[in-house]
């Protein structure tokens, strides 16, 4: 079992910058692919950025590229989201999930675990 906890959301004006942390619990977070997704209101969960297990191979939804970037402390059990250059349309909970195993995936139906969810909002 993994436990995930997000945080770092909060309001943020347009072309600002936030920093997401999610902690997981558990001795083997380097044998779990992590990602994390968002979901605004009204609108279907989607894909924001993927991680493999050792960090070694990243993804992200066009949307994202260049202004997000992912990445991992294995010592620290713990996946970032650096997001610059936020837009309005960023505005989201974003949730952290974890899989089981090497590869990163993008769709959320791989992932086994799943975070709380933190909120973002971008004003503009």
């Known amino acids: 079992q993994v436990q995930l906890v997000e945080s770092g959301g909060g309001l943020v004006q347009a072309g600002g910058s936030l920093r997401l942390s999610c902690a997981a619990s558990?001795?083997?977070?380097?044998?779990?692919?992590m990602g994390w997704f968002r979901q605004a209101p009204g609108k279907e969960r989607e894909f924001v950025a993927t991680i493999s297990s050792s960090g070694a191979s990243t993804y992200y939804v066009d949307s994202v590229k260049g202004r997000f970037t992912i990445s991992r402390d294995n010592a620290k059990n713990t996946v970032y989201l650096q997001m610059n250059s936020l837009k309005s349309e960023d505005t989201a909970v974003y949730y952290c999930?974890?899989?089981?195993?090497?590869?990163?995936?993008?769709?959320?139906?791989?992932?086994?675990?799943w975070g709380q969810g933190t909120q973002v909002t971008v004003s503009s």
């Open positions: 558990g001795r083997t977070f380097s044998s779990y692919a």
């Open positions: 999930a974890a899989r089981s195993g090497t590869y990163a995936y993008t769709a959320p139906d791989k992932y086994n675990y």
